[in-house]
């Protein structure tokens, strides 16, 4: 099992940034990636972006290029996400994942961090 608890959610205006952070423990040493998603009410989930916990590479939703990072923390089992030029459409409840070694989903989750873009 791995458990992941997320912070740095809030207000932000638009054009504004704020970073996540998510720090997992557990059986961290079977994470093959770490994601973040994001969810508005009545709609699915959305991919955001991942990176590999080997080698760091990383994927971003087409929405986000170019405005938010997704980094890696080897040594606190932790993933960030900066996000910069923040838009209404990115307020959302946001969600680190693990997918672990072996699995081609994310399997463990985080309790979720609100996002509010507004003026």
């Known amino acids: 099992q791995v458990q992941l608890v997320e912070s740095g959610g809030g207000l932000a205006q638009p054009g504004g940034s704020l970073r996540l952070s998510c720090v997992a423990s557990?059986?961290?040493?079977?994470?093959?990636?770490m994601a973040w998603f994001r969810q508005t009410p009545g709609e699915e989930r959305q991919f955001v972006a991942s990176?590999?916990?080997?080698?760091?590479?990383?994927y971003y939703a087409d929405s986000v290029k170019g405005r938010f990072t997704i980094s890696r923390e080897i040594r606190r089992y932790a993933s960030y996400l900066q996000m910069n030029s923040l838009k209404p459409e990115d307020a959302a409840v946001y969600y680190c994942?693990?997918?672990?070694?072996?699995?081609?989903?994310?399997?463990?989750w985080g309790q979720g961090t609100r996002v509010i873009v507004s003026s």
């Open positions: 557990g059986r961290t040493f079977s994470s093959y990636a």
């Open positions: 994942a693990v997918q672990p070694v072996g699995s081609s989903e994310y399997q463990f």
């Open positions: 990176i590999r916990w080997s080698g760091g590479a990383t």
